[in-house]
């Protein structure tokens, strides 16, 4: 779906989805994790193919880590230094996001699709 609506690589869409997975695996609890994972049958490896290290020392790595995790702008500046690993724009991220949680309201449910809406 990424691929297709945002004209991103197939590492890009995998590194993308792979960093917000990542991300609310950080900062969610073990069981709302696994609410939203349930229903993607390749969570490892898109959690894998997000780049290293994503909070790095850029202002955007740096602005996320001052706002928090639980803002959306904390949410959305934390995943600049990953999706800039990538090669793709800070802004991507929110163009990722509609398409990630309707993903995740069609193969978890509702209830997963707002946790993972509630973190940015």
Known sequence: MLTDQLGVTNKQAAGGAGSIFGYAKDNLNQEDFSTIAKGVPDMDSLLEAAPADAEDASPMGQAGTMLG???????????ASSFGALGLDPEMVTKFM????????????????????DLF
């Open 98 to 117: 509609p398409i990630v949680n309707e993903y995740i309201g069609s193969v978890s449910g509702e209830q997963a699709m707002g946790l993972l809406k």
């Open 69 to 79: 995790g639980n803002s959306n702008m904390g949410g959305v500046a934390s995943l």
